[in-house]
């Protein structure tokens, strides 16, 4: 049973950085690329970074340069490393393994709620 545990969000003032971590458990961790996404009000679901097994990173534009993914094998967990936070930045964060560039699992944890403050 895949499980995905997420954590480390807040509340930040803009410019501000926050570390967000998802342990993960009930899949091969190691030999899956792994990506955080985010889901804002109102709006769709959307990725903001990749890592592949090799450690290969990928971003869309809208983080690049301040969102930076890693990840522990040995610890099964992913993160996420937030900096230069905008407004726009607030969502409720999940990790889940990916495919293809998309999420690979239906299953998804609870997401971390990050808000940035103007």
């Known amino acids: 049973q895949v499980q995905l545990v997420e954590s480390g969000g807040g509340l930040v003032q803009a410019g501000g950085s926050l570390r967000l971590s998802c342990a993960a458990s009930?899949?091969?961790?190691?030999?899956?690329?792994m990506g955080w996404f985010r889901q804002a009000p109102g709006k769709e679901r959307e990725f903001v970074a990749g890592?592949?097994?090799?450690?290969?990173?990928y971003y869309p534009e809208s983080v690049k340069g301040r969102f930076t993914i890693s990840r522990d094998n040995a610890k099964n967990q992913v993160f996420l490393q937030m900096n230069s936070l905008k407004p726009d930045d607030t969502a409720v964060y999940y990790c889940n393994a990916v495919r293809k560039g998309a999420s690979k699992y239906n299953s998804w944890g609870q997401g971390t709620q990050v808000t940035v403050s103007s």
């Open positions: 009930g899949f091969t961790f190691s030999i899956n690329a």
């Open positions: 890592i592949g097994t090799d450690g290969s990173t």
